[in-house]
């Protein structure tokens, strides 16, 4: 059953330090539109400069996933798109005056709240989901890490965490659902091994760093020197490990909340790919490089599938439109009206047919011994649906014209032959405004696409 796409009622702000930066940040989450994803907005810079949540953006994931596009960085984004994923939130709009979003506790709690606080409403746009029919993986022959995704009736995830030490030990978590990721998963704080926190002083590192946000596992006796460091960076007059090996009395929320945290992060990192999941994710020994690695590995599957899936439409059944209805829309006519049918027609996308004979006038010089179809033309039907799209929206259509404004990623891959039935798939971009239409076209023949094009067009009163 297909669902809405989700966002924000109002904008709800909070504020904190970045855990490496140590820099005070105002986070504001923000409404956004359909189609729009999660986007990170840098109001300290000029210009505001936007930084999408993909895949694609990751530069390194040292301490957390960082993002950069165009010089402007983003860094330790899990957390935050952990908690709007899991609420089933689509889309987001996140405003920073720094380039960390704050720790907090360490955890997704803080954004949970602030984001239900917001209020989640639905949006007037259907929800696109990757539905998992055969199983991916990826996995690091150097550290043995692995990342499975298989398939299941909804998203789950299970995380297994072993780092060789007996203070942590081995621990696993199952999240069988994300409704249960407030109660399960979101409290799950963040946490290190005390050579980490040696390491990451050493390097003038953790800087928003103190023993509230960061669970520190001591696998190793503390010197001198690296207490009264911790004293310093912890703001601490006293530095104890508890029985449980935990430095100084933080109190765990689960004897496995270092392999929640873990799912928490995948989570989070997977929110880079764009899109919701349906399917089950094994992650062994999961850390932000094999999940974003594994993001980009799906990021680059799913856009394959999509560009190349090819819908199936029932052509037996009367059109929406036939020829005539057509040429009571659109301004076209023989031997320039290029589609023969309107099979499907909403006010969000179209879908038409045409059927390729050799009694085309354009096969005459194109070619004489080997007649194709030019590539153009393909482009000029699949405006022409985009047409009847746009023109549906007025009550006197035959007072309009539609002219093109723009074309962009044209690509052809098929040849087009006579005897060829050409199905057109248009789908609009942004909503229609001011007799604007943007859309995303397709065409089809054979059970294959022959060409895909990004095309704008206006209609115009006669």
Same mark, same amino acid.
Not at 195 to 213: A, R, S, T, V
């Given at each position: 059953?297909? %669902? ?136 690091? %022959? ?241 405006? %022409? ?68 094009? %990004? ?8």
């Amino acid at each position: 059953m297909s %669902q809405k796409q989700q966002t924000i009622q109002n904008k709800i702000s909070l504020s904190g330090v970045g855990l490496h930066t140590g820099r005070k940040v105002t986070m504001t989450f923000k409404p956004a539109p359909i189609n729009y994803g999660y986007a990170f907005m840098r109001i300290d810079l000029e210009g505001a400069p936007i930084i999408e949540a993909k895949a694609d953006y990751v530069v390194t994931t040292q301490r957390g996933t960082n993002l950069e596009k165009n010089g402007v960085h983003i860094n330790t984004s899990e957390h935050v798109l952990a908690a709007a994923y899991a609420l089933g939130i689509d889309n987001l709009c996140i405003e920073m005056d720094s380039p960390e979003p704050p720790i907090m506790d360490g955890s997704s709690k803080f954004f949970i709240e602030a984001l239900e606080k917001g209020g989640i409403c639905e949006q007037e746009a259907e929800r696109k989901e990757y539905v998992v029919t055969e199983i991916i993986s990826y996995k690091d %022959q150097k550290t043995g890490s692995e990342i499975i995704l298989m398939p299941s009736d909804e998203y789950q995830i299970t995380t297994m965490v072993d780092f060789g030490t007996k203070i942590l030990g081995t621990q696993n978590a199952t999240l069988n659902k994300l409704s249960d990721f407030k109660e399960e998963i979101a409290n799950a704080r963040t946490f290190s091994f005390l050579h980490e926190i040696e390491m990451l002083l050493n390097n003038d590192l953790i800087k928003g760093g103190d023993l509230n946000n960061a669970i520190v596992y001591v696998d190793k006796e503390i010197s001198n020197e690296t207490t009264e460091k911790l004293k310093k960076v912890f703001n601490k007059k006293n530095i104890s490990v508890s029985p449980n090996g935990i430095l100084d009395n933080l109190t765990l929320h689960w004897a496995n909340e270092a392999a929640r945290h873990k799912l928490l992060d995948v989570i989070g990192d997977l929110a880079l790919v764009g899109t919701r999941i349906r399917g089950k994710i094994i992650a062994n020994k999961p850390g932000h490089l094999i999940n974003t690695t594994f993001a980009k590995k799906l990021t680059k599957i799913i856009k394959i599938e999509k560009r190349n899936k090819v819908p199936q439409y029932n052509l037996s059944l009367p059109p929406l439109m036939d020829i005539h209805k057509i040429m009571d829309i659109l301004p076209h006519r023989p031997p320039f009206l290029l589609i023969d049918r309107i099979i499907e027609l909403s006010d969000k996308h179209v879908v038409g047919m045409k059927n390729v004979t050799m009694n085309e006038g354009f096969f005459i010089g194109h070619f004489p011994e080997a007649p194709v179809m030019p590539g153009v033309l393909q482009v000029e039907a699949m405006a %022409q649906c985009g047409g009847v799209l746009v023109l549906s929206t007025v009550p006197d259509p035959e007072n309009y014209l539609t002219y093109f404004m723009k074309m962009d990623k044209v690509k052809f891959k098929q040849k087009v032959l006579p005897g060829d039935t050409l199905i057109f798939s248009c789908e609009l971009i942004t909503p229609i405004r001011r007799g604007i239409c943007h859309m995303q076209a397709y065409a089809y023949a054979n059970n294959k696409l022959v060409a895909e094009a %990004q095309l704008m067009a206006q209609i115009v009163k006669k």
